[in-house]
């Protein structure tokens, strides 16, 4: 049996608190919540969306494209969060939802850090989380690792940059139109 070395060892267990971060804000924060998606509540996302666009560098951004359908923004928002935990869990696709997870973070932090301390540094945080799973990838302890040894596909950094980018892209784009 192979021993890990103590940086794989640190990989792995920063790879699943990432992704007990994200399962937790997806489950717990939106899922469970009765009151994200909900209009007649406080904890109603639309409002989060307000809030946020209130001093944001990117109001516009989120008045044509989140703001139009504060719903389905909040139900993609939910899928991605539970997504990119149970990848990162799984080490699945771990730089393909580490380059949609900064993408994510990174509109959060445009949108939030100006509201105080706690926001621009979790998302700061987790973008560099982030950058460090889109360089290095998943090692030990990860599907890709299984998949790895059958083909170098997971060690192809563009590939799996470029398809979440795509995704991501997709995804703002169809938001966009829809609010039209």
């Known amino acids: ?18 992704a007990s971060i994200w399962i937790n804000a997806g ?22 969306i307000l809030y946020f666009s209130q001093g944001s560098p990117i109001r516009g951004f989120l008045y044509a494209v ?9 139900i993609l928002v939910m899928i991605g969060e539970i997504s990119f935990g149970i990848l ?12 949609a997870a900064f993408y994510t973070n990174l509109i959060y932090f445009l949108s939030a850090a100006w509201t105080g301390a706690e926001e621009y540094g979790i998302n700061l945080l987790m973008m560099t989380i982030d950058l460090y799973f889109i360089i290095y990838g998943s090692n030990y302890f ?5 998949i790895r040894k059958k083909t170098s ?23 966009y139109i829809k609010g039209l």
Do not use: C, E
Not at 27 to 48: H, I, M, R
């Open 142 to 146: 990860s599907i890709d690792s299984i």
């Open 88 to 99: 990162l869990f799984l080490g699945l696709g771990v730089r393909l939802a580490s380059t």
């Open 1 to 18: 049996m192979r021993r890990i070395n103590q940086n794989n060892f640190w990989t792995v267990v920063l790879r699943l608190i990432t």
């Open 153 to 175: 596909i997971m060690d192809n950094k563009k590939i799996w940059i470029t398809v979440a980018t795509l995704i991501y892209l997709g995804v703002i784009f169809f938001l």
């Open 27 to 48: 489950v717990f924060g939106k899922l469970l919540n009765s009151g994200f998606l909900n209009p007649n509540s406080n904890a109603y996302v639309g409002f989060t």
């Open 66 to 74: 989140a703001f139009p359908h504060p719903i389905l923004t909040g």
